[in-house]
């Protein structure tokens, strides 16, 4: 089965209105046939831009106010600990979206995943940057509650909002495909999230330093995996379709995403 066939294969969601399913469908189709090998392209810069991103956004630290508390973790996050927090993130999703990655749980939960999905979305089919940037900072407390990890990770939540913010800027910088990248970005904080909790749990403190390394290194492992890239692209803009209702008329003559309308640019 094709990563579009998977993706377009429908399910019952809470969300969902039947009599529009129709129209879902169509929307649905219709941007992936326009994304086409766009979604390629997308990967590809992706991977291209992961080690840029990873640069800058640990080039924050030293954060004022981290401290010598950071330590060489701070700097040279290990793999093992990377790994546990990336195999947690994962766990979730198969239980929150399904093994095929094509439903989604009946649970509170899943629905607070799915809303960070739904912002991801509108961030990608915004038409100004300022749009994109709100969407996405609104994501971002929610993907730490889905996480479990709201009251642990508050300490450090202006500064994984101000980080946030940069590596937003930075991808709708980079034109169309950057914008599509944003879709990434709940998948990206679960796994910082789930990072920083192993982190937590191995006994080393969660500061500010600590914080921003861990969206680093996570933004990398994500962006700089082509497949991944484009698996989680195409749940993102799938969930999107399931958690919001259709207008009445067929949006592919009204939605302005860049998938839609590649000219669109930032002003």
Known sequence: MTTFEV?????????????????????????????????????KL??????ILAGKLAAMIPIPGAGLI????????????????????????????????????????AHEAALTEFLAAQAA?????????????????????VMGGRLAL??????????????THMMLQRGPNGQQLVRTIPTIHRQTAATL??????????????AVKALAD????????????????VRNAHLRQLTARPSSQRPAKTCR??????STKYN
């Open 218 to 233: 996570s933004a990398h492992r994500v962006l700089s995996n082509p497949q991944r890239v484009e698996n989680v692209i």
């Open 125 to 145: 089919e915004a038409t100004t940057q300022a749009e994109a940037e709100a969407a996405i900072a609104s994501s971002l407390p929610i993907s730490f509650r």
């Open 7 to 43: 993706a377009s294969s429908s399910y019952n969601h809470p969300y969902s209105n039947p009599e529009l399913e129709d129209e879902g469908e169509y929307f649905f189709k219709k941007a992936f046939r326009t994304l086409g090998k766009g979604l390629k392209s997308v990967a």
């Open 257 to 262: 995403c860049p998938v839609c309308s590649p």
């Open 197 to 210: 909790k192993a982190i937590a749990r191995s006994g080393h403190p969660i500061n500010n330093a600590t």
């Open 70 to 109: 950071a330590g060489p973790l701070a700097r040279n996050l290990t793999s093992q600990l990377l790994k546990e927090g990336e195999l947690e993130a994962e766990q979730l999703e198969s239980e929150l979206f399904g093994n095929g990655e094509t439903e989604l749980a009946n649970t509170e939960i």
């Open 46 to 51: 992706a991977k291209r831009f992961a080690p």
């Open 154 to 167: 508050r300490p450090v939540m202006p500064v994984m909002a101000q980080a946030t913010g940069r590596m």
